[in-house]
């Protein structure tokens, strides 16, 4: 049988796009929330979960973080979605017949210069596509939304203009995820990903860092956030560039540990294309 994805949004959204691009044959599972979609793995209503992470415009992807260490799931995979935004509506229309938009609220303002240009007011809906299919289904006239072409695609809709946003470099970062991890050196350019949390010892993060920069390991990701309620309680989340195998990244995760309550390795999975 083909693997199956969750995600969270409608079809269309650009989570299902990631899902498209990382695995073509596989069923999409559409979810409500992102809990929902890692309940579907663990439950088995799903194989494959895919989750963003990280916008180049709008940063991290709000309650990853802390839902990824307790979800019981392992990165097996990346995905980059550039975000390229489409207006479409019910056929039978032109771009002047438009004068309002609906659109998650997170893409409005991507694309504020090109709906000024043109007088479309906009309101937020709770997901692109969701807006697209509900007008879809309304068969409305003289409304419009903002998602992508596919979910125009998948919906029926008239493309009327596309790559209406305002910045050329907006990409989504995306991780694939599975019930059981997968360690294997599969690719040439491998990523290991895992949060950690220093212990309370003066420049302890600074000494955390000196064995990956002694070893050379390129550390292209390090956030921190609170976790358990409390201010001294900080953990990180990190990506290197390398293999947990590899003798400069097992030099630095060991003294890593010297310096840290806990390590955990949420993933080691091949770099996609898109990250360069």
Known sequence: MPERIAFQGDLGA????????ARPGAIPVPCTTFDDV???????AADLAM???????????ADIHRLLP???????GEAFVRVRIAVMANPGQTLDDIKHV???MVLIPQARAFLNAHGITAETAADSAGAAADIAASGEMGVGALASKVAAEIHGLTVLANDI???GHNTTRFLLMAPKADYSRRADRMITTFVFEVRNIPAALYKAMGGFATNGINMTKLESYMVG????????YADIEGHPEDPGVARALEELDYFTNMINILGVYPAAPGRD
């Open 38 to 44: 890692i309940d579907a793995v663990n439950s088995g």
């Open 165 to 167: 946003e305002d910045q």
């Open 229 to 236: 309620g409390a201010f001294t309680a900080t953990q990180f």
């Open 102 to 104: 609906r659109a998650h």
């Open 51 to 61: 989750l963003p992470v990280e916008n180049t415009t709008y940063g991290r992807v």
């Open 14 to 21: 650009y989570s299902h796009e990631a899902c498209l691009n």
């Open 70 to 76: 307790q979800s019981g799931l392992r990165i097996v």
